[in-house]
C-alpha cells in the first residue's frame, strides 16, 4: 500500500523541520553516553569494563541504526500517520489510523481473493486522503517545528553535559578510554604519570660496589640481587602509581615529602617502568628503564696439570696448585675427592676478606686414607665456591686428576712381601752356619775352611741386614713401614751386628732375629689383612647396592655398571689379600669363594642371588676374623682331635714374643717418661710463675701511681708531638712520649716495660739535647725531666732487683722437689737407654743416643733447679723434654689404623688377636696430653702479658687469635 | 480377556477340582513332599554342621569337589612331625592340602611358619624367607626364623649344587672349589646312612642333604647356631634343619678329621628322625660320638676305650660336666676342653647302657621316645630299661669307677713338646730350599721330641727335598712311634709304601691322610708338592685316579700363605 501524494508532502515537510535537531539531539546524546561509558571502564574491573564496552557499542548500534534510518526513511502510511499526522493532530491522527488499518485489510483481502471487488479500498482511500488534508501542511511545519525545539534543547543540554565532563574529566576519560582498550591487563597507550623521577641503584653488599643513578628510559646492567629506589612526584593524585617489570610490580608509597617511592629488586633482565593501575589494567608510562641482570658466575678454578690420569701405584705424593678466581669474591676452597658414590670434601680455605682470586697448593699423600681405601678409579678436583648470598652460593669445579686405583691391598701386599722377602734373606747366613766343615788335612787348613764360612756367614748376614734395612725404608706405592716396626727391626739389627761370639751362637742370634721379625711380620699381616678385609667389605657393599639397582627393572645398566665394577675390584682385592699372611689368605680364599657365588648370579642375570651373596660377603669381610678360629687344629665334633700339627706357625717361635713383649714395654715406658717429664716441666713452670708473684702489691701499688704521676708532671712542658723529625722539638717529643708509657707501664706494675720505657726516653732527651744547642727555651725542662727519670728508672731497678731476689728466694724452696723428680727422671733414662741396647730390647742407636742426651740434660737440670736457678732449669727441662719426645718409638701400625681401632673399640668390638704388637695406643694419649698442656700454657702467657721466652710465639698466637 | 473374567473363570475351575474324589492320594502326596523337605532340612544342618565344625566358626560355602577334603580335618601337628621326621613328601603334601583350604588366621599362621621350616628342611632358603616375610616378626620364632631364613639366604645364594641321585646325595657346596672333594663325601655320607640303617634301624632321608660351607661365620648363617658359640669350641658341623651343614676342610689350615665328621652328623639326622627331636642331648651325642666310626674299618688312632678314660678321668678329677647338664648344645659348652670332655662321657655312657640292656632295647628306647609329648625321657628309660636317667647316671659312674685306669700307648706320652722357634726355623729353611740345613734343624729338634709326627714328618720331607730318599723314610719312622695322626706323615707315608710296591698300605695311608687334610697337596697328590718333594713342578706326577687327580690339580692351585 502506497503513501497517497497529501500525506508524502506532510512527511516531507515533517522530516524537513526535524531531520537536523533530532540528529543533533541524537549524536549529543550518544557522545554524553560515550563519556559516560569511559569514565565506569575507567574503574578498570572486568564486570565495568564489560559494561562500558557493552554501552559504547550501544552507542554505535544506535547511532549507525539513525543513519540508515534516516537514510533509508520511507513513506509507509501507518509510520507516516503515527510519526506525522498524529504528532501534529493527535485526534485525527488516530482516525487516519484506523483507516490504514482498514485499507490494509482490504488490500490483503484483494490479494487473497483477487476477483473480489476494490470499491471498498476506492472509499477508504478516499477517505483518507480527506482526513489527511484536514491537517494542512501549516499545521504540519508548526508541529514539527514545535518538536525541534525540544530536540535542539535535549540535543544543547546532552552536548553541554558531555562538554562539561569532557573538558572537567578529561584526563579520567583519556584513561577511562585506554583502559577500556586494555589487553591482557595492558593498556595500549602509555602516559605519564610521574615527574622528577629519580632512580637509585644500590649494588648487593657482597660486591661493596657504591650506588649509581638510573636515567628514565635508559638501559642499565646490574647485578642481581640490586636495590633499586625510585623517587618521583606524582602528576596525578589518587592514581595507584606502581612500579612494574612486566611480571612484578611494586606499589609506591608516600615518602612523607609529597613524594612517591618504591623499591625494587633486580632478579633479571626486564623492561622496568612507572605505571598507574585501574582494577585489573595498569597503564605504563612511555619510557621504559631497560635493566640488564648481570647474574654473578661461578668461580672459575684452575688445577695445575688437570686433566690428567695418573697411577695411584706410581705416586707417591700429588702435589696439588690451584687458582680460583670469581667476578666478586671468594668464600671456600675444597679438594674434592670423589670415588663411585663416595665424595669426600677437605676444607683447603675459608676466606673472609671475600678477595676474588686465590691460590694455593695441597700435597696429598699417597698413603692418605682416602687413597688406601680406594678401589674405583678417584676424580680429585678443586672446587671454589663464591660469595653470592643473594642466588646461594656457587661452586666452580676445576678440571680432574683421575687416579687409578692400585687394587685393594695391593701396596699392604708389596710391602709384606718385601719384607718377608727380606726376612727370608736371614735364612742363608744361618744355612751357612749350619754347613759342616769339610775334613781338613791339617789343622791350618781346618782353620782355613773356619775363617772361610766365618767369612761367608758374615757376608751373608751383612747382605740380608743391608737387605732388610732397605727393606724397611722403601715406600711401597706411599705405603711405609711403621715406626715401630721400625725402630724393633734395626734396634734388632744394631745388636746383631755388634754382637760378638762364635758361629754357631751368632747363628742362633740370627734365629732370634728371624723368629722376633717373623712374629712382627705376621701382626703386621694380619693388621693389614684386617684392614683390607674390611675395606673389601665396603667393596661387597658396592656390590650389592648394585645388584639392588640391577632388579630395579627401568634403569638396571647403572646397577650392572656399578656391580661389575665391585665384582672387578673385589677380584683384585682378594688376590691380594691372599699374600697377607694366614688370615690375609684364609679371608682372601674365603672372599674369592663367595665371589665366585656373586659372580655366577651375574652370569646367570640373578641379580636376586647376587644381591643375597654380596650381603654375606659384605658381612663375612667386615668380620675379619679366621674361618675356623685362631686356634683351632680340629674339631670336637667327631674323630680325634684334628691333625697333630704344632701351632709352630709365624709368630709363635720361641725368644720372639718375649722379644715383642720387652720391646713394647721398653716403647711404653719411654712414652710414659716423656709424658712424666712434661708434667715434670710443667710444674717447674709453674712454681716460677708463682715465685715471680710480688708480695705486699697494694703499697708497692701506691708509691708507683705517686711516681707515675711525677713523671708526667716532669715531662708535661716538653713540645707536643707534631714536629719535624730530626728536630730537637721532635726528639724532645719522644721523649715525653716515652716517659708518659714508662708512667703508664709503672701504674700497671710492669717494672721491665717500665725501665725499657725510661731508658728509651732517657736516650730521646740525650738527643734532643744534643740537637739543641744553642736553642734553650725547653733546655730547662729536658735537664728536669732527665733528672726525674733517672731518678725513677733508679727506683725501678732496685724494685725489680729485690724482685728477682725475692723470687729466687721463694724459688729455691719451690724447686727442691722438682729438682729431686728431675734427678730420678734422668735415672730412668739412662736405664731406658742401656735397656735399648740389650739384645732382647734393642732399640736403634739414634733413639738411645737421644735418651742419653735427655738424660745428661735432665741432669743439668736438676742441679739448676737445685740452686734455685728456675729459668735455666726450666730450660735444660725444655731440650731434654725434646729430646724423649724424638726417642718416642711412634705407631707399630700405619698412621690411619689407630683410628680405625678407635673407631673398633667404639664399637665394643676387638677384632683379632694380634692388632697391636707393641701394645696399647699410648701415644695418642700423650698427644691429648701435650695439647692441653700447650693450651694451659698459651692461656696463662697471654694473661701474664708477653714476656720470656715464648713471648714472640706467644705474641703471634694472640695475633692469630685476633684475626 | 478382562482379570474379572480371569479370576471367575479359575474360581470356577478350582470348584470343579475341589469337585473331584481323589482327597485320600493328595493328602499322601503332600506328605511325601513334606518328608523331602525335611530331609532337604535336615541334610542342610548337617552340611552347616560340618562346615561349623571344619571351620571353627566360619561359614563357607563348599564346592562339590572339595567336599572329601572337607570333611577330613586340618592337622597341622601332623605337617609339624612330618617336617621334624624329615617325610617331605607327606609333608609337601600336607602343606598343599592345606594351602588351598580355607584356615583361621591362627592356623594360617601356623601354616606359613611350618612352610617356612619346611623350607629350611629342604635347603630353599629363599622360599623360607618369602614366606616368613609376611608375617608379623614380633614373634619369638617367627624372628628367630626369619633371621635363620635371612642368613641362610645370603650363605646358600648361588651355591653350586650337585646331587647324585642314584645315591640319593645332595650337596651344595658355597666354595666352587670345592667339587673335586664331592666324590669324597658322597662316598662318606652314603656309607655313613648305610650304617644308621644297620645299628638304628633307622633310614636316613632321600636325598640326604648336605650343606659344605666355607667357613664358621656362613657354618652359623646356615645352620643358626650362634657364630661365638661355634668359634668357641671349635664346631665344625651342624645336624639342624634337616640337613648336614659341614665345614669345608680347606677352611682349616692342617684340615680336620671331616670324614668321622659328617658320619658324626647324619647320625644325628637319623636319631632326630627315629625319636622326632626327641632325643636327649645326653643320647644324641653319645650314639652319634659311638657311630661315627663304625660306618668304616677300624683306622690307626681309632682309641675305643679313649671314651672311658677321659670319663674316668673326668670324673676323678672334678672336671666332669656330667652326662644331664649339657646345656642346649655341646657346641655352646664354654671351652673346647669342656665339650670334648662332654663327648667322651656322653659315648661313655650310651656305651654302657647298651651293653647294659642290647640293641634290641636301644631300639626301643628310641621308639619310645617318638611318642613322647614332652622333653622328659624318663618315662621312656623307664619303661624300656626299669631306670631312669639319674640311676643309670649313677650305675655308669660307678662302673666308671671301679674299672682300671686305662693307660695309653707309652709312645703317646713320652717325650718333650716341639720347641716350636726351630720348628719355624727349619720350616723357614726349607721354604728357602735349603734343604740340608732345615734337615739337620728339624733332626735336631725331633732328638727332644722323637713322638711327634708333625716333627717326623718335617724331618723326612727335608731329607727327601735333599734327596736322601732312605733317610727321609728312617726319619718317618711307624706308627708306633707317633702321638698321634698328621695328615702330611701318612701322605709320606703312603708314598714311601707305594714306591715300595706295597700297594694296599699305601692306599691305607693316602685314605688316611686323605681323612684328615684333603686340600694339602701333599695328601691330595699322594705325597708329592710341587717346588719342593717333586723337583720340577712340570714333572710332578699326577695321582692315578682321575677323581685323585681333580682333587690333586685344585689342592695345587690353592693359594700358598706367605
Known amino acids: ?963 | 480377556m478382562s482379570v474379572r473374567s480371569w479370576f471367575a473363570r479359575g474360581r470356577i475351575q478350582r470348584g470343579a477340582a475341589r469337585s473331584r474324589p481323589r482327597r485320600g492320594s493328595t493328602r499322601s502326596r503332600r506328605r511325601r513332599v513334606w518328608r523331602a523337605l525335611a530331609l532337604l532340612v535336615a541334610l542342610g544342618l548337617f552340611g552347616v554342621g560340618v562346615a561349623l565344625w571344619r571351620f571353627q566358626g566360619r561359614p563357607a560355602a563348599a564346592t562339590l569337589q572339595s567336599l572329601p577334603e572337607l570333611l577330613r580335618p586340618v592337622d597341622l601337628e601332623a605337617l609339624s612331625n612330618a617336617i621334624t621326621e624329615m617325610d617331605v613328601t607327606r609333608a609337601r603334601q600336607l602343606a598343599e592340602q592345606y594351602q588351598h583350604a580355607p584356615l583361621s588366621v591362627a592356623q594360617s599362621h601356623r601354616l606359613s611358619i611350618e612352610r617356612a621350616r619346611l623350607g629350611l628342611y629342604v635347603g630353599d632358603c629363599d622360599s623360607a624367607r618369602a614366606t616368613l616375610a609376611g608375617l608379623p616378626l614380633e614373634e619369638g620364632e617367627v624372628a628367630g626364623l626369619a633371621q635363620l631364613a635371612e642368613s641362610c639366604a645370603g650363605a646358600t645364594a648361588a651355591s653350586l649344587v650337585v646331587e647324585d641321585r642314584a645315591r640319593g646325595i645332595w650337596l651344595r657346596l658355597q666354595d666352587a672349589d670345592d667339587e673335586p672333594l664331592v666324590p669324597y663325601l658322597v662316598e662318606v655320607a652314603d656309607k655313613a646312612r648305610e650304617a644308621v640303617r644297620v645299628d638304628l634301624g633307622v633310614d636316613l632321608p632321600r636325598p640326604l642333604r648336605i650343606d659344605v660351607v666355607r667357613d664358621l661365620f656362613s657354618l652359623s648363617g646356615v645352620s643358626g647356631l650362634p657364630l661365638e658359640a661355634a668359634e668357641t669350641t671349635g664346631t665344625v658341623a651342624v645336624a639342624r634343619w634337616g640337613r648336614v651343614t659341614l665345614l669345608s676342610p680347606r677352611a682349616s689350615r692342617h684340615g680336620y678329621p671331616w670324614q668321622d665328621t659328617l658320619a658324626h652328623e647324619l647320625v644325628h639326622l637319623g636319631l632326630s628322625r627315629a625319636t622326632r627331636d626327641f632325643a636327649p642331648l645326653w643320647l644324641q651325642e653319645g650314639v652319634a660320638k659311638r657311630q661315627e666310626q663304625r660306618w668304616r674299618p677300624p683306622r690307626p688312632f681309632d682309641e675305643v676305650d679313649a671314651h672311658d678314660r677321659i670319663a674316668q678321668r673326668a670324673l676323678l678329677t672334678g672336671t666332669s660336666v656330667g652326662v644331664d647338664n649339657l646345656g642346649p648344645s655341646i657346641a655352646m659348652l664354654p671351652s673346647a676342653d669342656a665339650a670334648s670332655i662332654a663327648f667322651s662321657e656322653v659315648t661313655s655312657f650310651i656305651n654302657f647302657w647298651i651293653r647294659e640292656n642290647g640293641r634290641a632295647a636301644f631300639r626301643l628306647l628310641l621308639q619310645d621316645l617318638k611318642g613322647l609329648a614332652q622333653r622328659d625321657p624318663n618315662e621312656a628309660l623307664r619303661g624300656v630299661s626299669g631306670y631312669n636317667l639319674s640311676e643309670w647316671n649313677l650305675r655308669w659312674q660307678t662302673w666308671l669307677r671301679t674299672v682300671q685306669p686305662v693307660t695309653p700307648p707309652p709312645s703317646r706320652i713320652a717325650g718333650g713338646s716341639p720347641e716350636l722357634g726351630r720348628v719355624r726355623v727349619g720350616d723357614l729353611l726349607l721354604r728357602g730350599q735349603y734343604y740340608d740345613a732345615a734337615a739337620r734343624n728339624f733332626a735336631a729338634a725331633l732328638a727332644h721330641a722323637p713322638q711327634s709326627s708333625a716333627l717326623r714328618f718335617r724331618a723326612s720331607e727335608a731329607d727327601l727335598a735333599a734327596g736322601r730318599a732312605a733317610l727321609a723314610e728312617e726319619r718317618l719312622g711307624e706308627l708306633e712311634d707317633l702321638d698321634g695322626p698328621h695328615a702330611g706323615w701318612f701322605a709320606l707315608r703312603g708314598r714311601f709304601d707305594a714306591e715300595a710296591g706295597n700297594t694296599e698300605a699305601a692306599e691305607a695311608a693316602s685314605t688316611m691322610a686323605l681323612s684328615l687334610d684333603p686340600w694339602s697337596e701333599l695328601v691330595a697328590c699322594e705325597g708329592h708338592q710341587s717346588g719342593l718333594l717333586g723337583g720340577d713342578p712340570w714333572q710332578l706326577p699326577d695321582p692315578k685316579d682321575a677323581t685323585r687327580q681333580k682333587l690333586c690339580a685344585m689342592a695345587r692351585a690353592r693359594p700358598q700363605v706367605h
Open chain 1, 1 to 963: 500500500m502506497q503513501a497517497s501524494f497529501s500525506l508524502r508532502q506532510r512527511a516531507t515537510a515533517w522530516r524537513e523541520v526535524l531531520s537536523r535537531p533530532a540528529r543533533f539531539a541524537r549524536y549529543a546524546g550518544l557522545g554524553l553516553v560515550g563519556v559516560g561509558c569511559a569514565l565506569l571502564a575507567r574503574r578498570g574491573t572486568s564486570w565495568t569494563r564489560a559494561g562500558a564496552a557493552a554501552g559504547v557499542l550501544v552507542v554505535l548500534l544506535l547511532a549507525v541504526l539513525g543513519w540508515w534510518f534516516e537514510r533509508h526513511a520511507g513513506f509507509e502510511p501507518g509510520r507516516v500517520v503515527r510519526q506525522v499526522i498524529r504528532r501534529t493532530d493527535r485526534v485525527l491522527g488516530e482516525q487516519a489510523l484506523r483507516l490504514v488499518r482498514l485499507m490494509q485489510r482490504l488490500t490483503g483481502e484483494l490479494v487473497t481473493a483477487p476477483g473480489s471487488s476494490n470499491q471498498g479500498l476506492t472509499f477508504a482511500t478516499f477517505q483518507f486522503d480527506k482526513l489527511i488534508e484536514k491537517a494542512s501542511l501549516e499545521r504540519v511545519r508548526g508541529a514539527a517545528r514545535r518538536r525541534a525545539q525540544l530536540y535542539r534543547w535535549v540535543g544543547a543540554g546532552c552536548a553541554l553535559v558531555a562538554l562539561a565532563v569532557g573538558v572537567w574529566r578529561s584526563r579520567e576519560i583519556v584513561e577511562g578510554v585506554d583502559v577500556l582498550w586494555a589487553r591482557g591487563g595492558r593498556a595500549p597507550w602509555p602516559l605519564f604519570w610521574a615527574e622528577q623521577l629519580r632512580v637509585q641503584a644500590q649494588p648487593p653488599a657482597y660486591l661493596r660496589a657504591p650506588a649509581r643513578r638510573l636515567l628514565s628510559g635508559s638501559a642499565a646492567m646490574l647485578p642481581i640481587g640490586t636495590q633499586l629506589t625510585l623517587r618521583a612526584r606524582p602528576l596525578y593524585a589518587d592514581r595507584q602509581l606502581v612500579v612494574t617489570d612486566g611480571v612484578h610490580e611494586t606499589p609506591f608509597v608516600s615518602d612523607g615529602e609529597g613524594g612517591l617511592v618504591a623499591h625494587y629488586e633486580v632478579e633479571q633482565d626486564r623492561a622496568l617502568t612507572v605505571a598507574a593501575r585501574f582494577g585489573d589494567v595498569l597503564i605504563a608510562e612511555p619510557d621504559p628503564i631497560q635493566i640488564v641482570a648481570l647474574a654473578d658466575a661461578a668461580p672459575v678454578v684452575s688445577l695445575d696439570g688437570a686433566p690428567a690420569t695418573q697411577q695411584l701405584r706410581e705416586l707417591s705424593r700429588l702435589e696439588l696448585r690451584w687458582w680460583a678466581q670469581d667476578d666478586h669474591g671468594l668464600r671456600q676452597v675444597d679438594l674434592v675427592l670423589r670415588s663411585g658414590n663416595r665424595e669426600e670434601r677437605r676444607v683447603l680455605g675459608t676466606y673472609d676478606d671475600e678477595s676474588a682470586r686465590q691460590r694455593g697448593g695441597h700435597v696429598l699423600s699417597a698413603s692418605d686414607p682416602f687413597l688406601r681405601s680406594l678401589y674405583l678409579p678417584a676424580q680429585i678436583s678443586i672446587e671454589a665456591r663464591d660469595n653470592d648470598p643473594v642466588g646461594g652460593s656457587k661452586w666452580g669445579k676445576s678440571a680432574i686428576i683421575t687416579l687409578l686405583p692400585t687394587a685393594v691391598g695391593e701396596l699392604e701386599g708389596l710391602r709384606y712381601l718385601a719384607l718377608v722377602r727380606a726376612r727370608d734373606s736371614f735364612m742363608e747366613p744361618i744355612a751357612v752356619s749350619a754347613e759342616s766343615l769339610p775334613p781338613a788335612s791339617s789343622k791350618a787348613a781346618g782353620k782355613a775352611a773356619a775363617a772361610e764360612l766365618q767369612q761367608r756367614f758374615n757376608a751373608r748376614l751383612e747382605s740380608a741386614a743391608q737387605g732388610f734395612e732397605q727393606a724397611l725404608e722403601e715406600s711401597y706405592g706411599g705405603l711405609r713401614v711403621a715406626p715401630g716396626l721400625r725402630n724393633f727391626a734395626l734396634g734388632r739389627l744394631r745388636v746383631l751386628r755388634a754382637e760378638k761370639g762364635s758361629l754357631a751362637e751368632r747363628s742362633r742370634s740370627v734365629e732370634d732375629l728371624v723368629l722376633g721379625l717373623d712374629g712382627v711380620l705376621m701382626s703386621l699381616a694380619q693388621r693389614d689383612a684386617q684392614r683390607v678385609s674390611k675395606i673389601l667389605g665396603n667393596v661387597a657393599e658396592e656390590a650389592m647396592v648394585g645388584a639392588q639397582q640391577a632388579q630395579s627393572g627401568e634403569a638396571p645398566a647403572p646397577g650392572l655398571d656399578r656391580l661389575d665394577k665391585a665384582i672387578y675390584a673385589l677380584a683384585a682385592g682378594a688376590a691380594q689379600l691372599l699374600v697377607l699372611g694366614s688370615l690375609g689368605n684364609d679371608i682372601g680364599s674365603v672372599a674369592l669363594a663367595d665371589l665366585g657365588r656373586v659372580s655366577r648370579a651375574r652370569a646367570n642375570s640373578d641379580w636376586y642371588h647376587a644381591e643375597l651373596a654380596a650381603r654375606h660377603l659384605a658381612e663375612r669381610l667386615h668380620r675379619p676374623r679366621p674361618s675356623f678360629g685362631a686356634s683351632s687344629s680340629g674339631g670336637v665334633e667327631a674323630g680325634q682331635s684334628g691333625s697333630s700339627e704344632p701351632q709352630s706357625g709365624p709368630g709363635q717361635g720361641q725368644g720372639e714374643g718375649q722379644g715383642q713383649k720387652e720391646f713394647d714395654e721398653l716403647a711404653q715406658q719411654i712414652t710414659e717418661l716423656a709424658r712424666q717429664h712434661a708434667a715434670a716441666l710443667e710444674q717447674v713452670d709453674q712454681a716460677l710463675s708463682g715465685a715471680r708473684a710480688p708480695p705486699d702489691a697494694a703499697a708497692l701499688r701506691e708509691e708507683a701511681e705517686q711516681r707515675a704521676k711525677e713523671i708526667r708532671q716532669a715531662v708535661q712542658d716538653l713540645p707536643e708531638p707534631g714536629n719535624s723529625p730530626g728536630t730537637p722539638e721532635a726528639a724532645a717529643a719522644l721523649a715525653r712520649e716515652n716517659a708518659r708509657g714508662m708512667a703508664h707501664d709503672l701504674e700497671s706494675m710492669k717494672f721491665e716495660q717500665a725501665a725499657d720505657s725510661a731508658r728509651r726516653a732517657l736516650g730521646a732527651l740525650a738527643e734532643a739535647r744534643a740537637k739543641g744547642t744553642g736553642q734553650s727555651y725547653f733546655q730547662g725542662q729536658l735537664d728536669g725531666a732527665k733528672a726525674r727519670v733517672e731518678e725513677h728508672l733508679r727506683w725501678v731497678q732496685q724494685q725489680l732487683e729485690q724482685q728477682q731476689k725475692a723470687a729466687r728466694e721463694r724459688a729455691r724452696g719451690l724447686l727442691q722437689g722438682p729438682s729431686a723428680l728431675e734427678d730420678e727422671l734422668a735415672g730412668k733414662a739412662r736405664d731406658l737407654a742401656q735397656r735399648g741396647d740389650e739384645r732382647a730390647s734393642a732399640l736403634p742407636g739414634e733413639i738411645t743416643d737421644r735418651l742419653r742426651q735427655a738424660e745428661q740434660l735432665m741432669q743439668q737440670a736438676a742441679r739448676e733447679l737445685g740452686r734455685g736457678e728456675g729459668e735455666a732449669g726450666l730450660a735444660r727441662q725444655r731440650e731434654a723434654q725434646r729430646l724423649l719426645e724424638g726417642a718416642d718409638q711412634g705407631k707399630p701400625e700405619d698412621p690411619d689404623e689407630g683410628q680405625e681401632q678407635q673407631e673398633g673399640a667404639q664399637d665394643g668390638k676387638n677384632e683379632g688377636s694380634g692388632g697391636a704388637p707393641f701394645g696399647g695406643d699410648v701415644p695418642a694419649a700423650e698427644r691429648q696430653n701435650k695439647a692441653e698442656e700447650f693450651r694451659r700454657r698459651v692461656i696463662r702467657s697471654l694473661g701474664e702479658g708477653p714476656v720470656g721466652r715464648l713471648a714472640p710465639a706467644v705474641k703471634r698466637y694472640a695475633e692469630g687469635l685476633l684475626r
